[in-house]
């Protein structure tokens, strides 16, 4: 589906790109938490908008939280300009163009975070313009889907116990921590007991003896995955030699292309990979990477550390797929400016039928939070 184009004969071209940094109050269900190893109570949401000579405009989220200001200054001043005046209806061969001419900058962070976001709100558009949802337009296979539980690292056993407790009331059957101690762990499958999924997101803190040392400590605990254990995290090799450790192996968020994702693959390290929309290039490189998944036979869980049209382009991507749940960051903003995306409910979520992204954004509540 990579570079579909509008089925019109009208050739579309962008006449701005409008971005917008957010800083949304969020509550939690114990304690405080942490994003990015640093106490926090809002949530960072880098918004994009695309608008066409058409009248339409399409919304798209790029990464990200704690360094979501680099990522804007990228985006203003490199990425955006790139595609003022260009057509809008060739999705793949727009964003082919931009991460060639940007590629100088790195092949990932702010400037690929940045095509990110753009990409999303082309799709977004795309979807307007057809009358038809993203789920739509890749060929959906399901019409809602189950969520796990995505918690913020805690601060204290009893803020973790009581993030727990709540989860489990809400109807979540899979929940994930990011935590590193083996007592942190240990208390949450306390309180979850032995019928609740538990997933461990570690964020590359280990060499390979450290790694193997808490896969033995934890195996009685009877984790779903391990996420991200090693350090570095494009050390593949030795994400492939943990998987001998007897843990199912997951990793992916830090990979930013269809080529590193192949070395990822090719390297035989993984059970679960792990692409994050808002990353990697936005849906167009999504549906490569998905690709190559099917290629190597290796189960897809997309990552998802967002609850704007980040979250959005997910839950559609998501539902192409025949098992893999979503994940959703566990925290409740005090006002979203999606409010139409759909709620969980017993950890599941329907897929949003409205075109596009099929979620309308509240303006007034993107100027009360916006900070640039």
Known sequence: MVGIGFLSEDILKITAVDSFLLALPYRTSGGFHYIAGRPSN????????????????????????????ATKSMLDTLVAPLLIGERADDIGALMTSVR??????????????AV?????????????????????????????????????????????????????????????????TVD???????????DVALAVDTNCPWDLR???????????LNLLWLEEPIWPPDDYATLAALRNAGTPISAGENVSSQCEFGRLLGANALDILQPSVCKVGGISEML???????????????HCGYLGPGYAATLHLVSTLEQAPLERLY????????????????????VPAGAGLGCEVDMEIVEKYRVA
């Open 184 to 194: 942190r762990i240990a208390a949450a499958r306390q309180v979850l007991g032995p």
């Open 331 to 350: 925290i409740e903003l005090d006002e979203t400016p999606f409010p139409s995306i759909p709620a969980v409910v017993n950890g599941r979520t329907r």
């Open 100 to 113: 060639r001419k940007i590629h100088l900058f790195g092949l990932s962070g702010p400037g690929i975070y």
């Open 42 to 69: 809002t949530l960072a949401m880098l918004l994009v908008r695309i608008s066409t000579d058409d009248g339409l405009s399409g919304w798209g989220e790029a990464f990200g939280h704690a360094g979501a200001a």
């Open 210 to 220: 450290e790694a193997t040392a808490m896969v033995e400590t934890v195996r009685e």
């Open 116 to 180: 990110s976001g753009l990409d999303i709100a082309l799709w977004d558009l795309l979807g307007k313009r057809e009358g038809k949802s993203i789920a739509e337009l890749l060929g959906r296979r399901r019409s809602d889907v189950p969520v796990y539980a995505s918690f913020l690292r805690c601060s204290s056993h009893g803020a973790l116990q009581q993030t727990c407790a709540s989860a489990v009331a809400e109807g979540y059957r899979t929940v994930k921590l990011h935590e590193i």
């Open 288 to 302: 490569k990477v998905l690709a190559l998944s099917n290629h190597y036979q290796v189960n897809t869980i997309p």
